[in-house]
């Protein structure tokens, strides 16, 4: 059974990694083990030893506290998660796309619309 924790830590995982455009083998590459390595680290199957989060961390570019954002110490189990949500990640993946200036302008609208809707 996996523990909720390391889900989180997987779904972090695969959410800077495909937000990099990194493939799993690519990945599994630069850290020296094998794709499917990678995969169970993913899905929470296996739990990332502290040496290879550190190596994982490094190669896509982030702090090993990136790993655990949106993660509540305080509870025993982990909320939903939106990045667990591939049409979320698409969404994200492409507001990054665009020009600084005109994402601000989109996420004004994204922001008024949400408070129109509530």
Do not use: C
């Amino acid at each position: 059974m996996k523990h909720p924790v390391d889900a989180h830590v997987g779904k972090r995982i695969r959410h800077r990694r495909w937000m990099v455009g990194m493939t799993q083998q690519q990945l599994a590459d630069k850290v020296g083990i094998k794709f499917q390595q990678i995969q169970k680290y993913e899905t929470g199957m296996n739990r990332v030893s502290a040496s290879r989060l550190y190596d994982i961390a490094r190669t896509l570019d982030v702090s090993i506290g990136f790993f655990f954002e949106g993660l509540d110490v305080t509870e025993d189990t982990v909320g939903a998660d939106i990045l667990g949500d591939k049409e979320a990640m698409e969404l994200v993946r492409a507001y990054y796309t665009i020009p600084e200036a005109q994402r601000r302008r989109l996420f004004e609208l994204a922001r008024v619309l949400g408070e129109a809707a509530a």
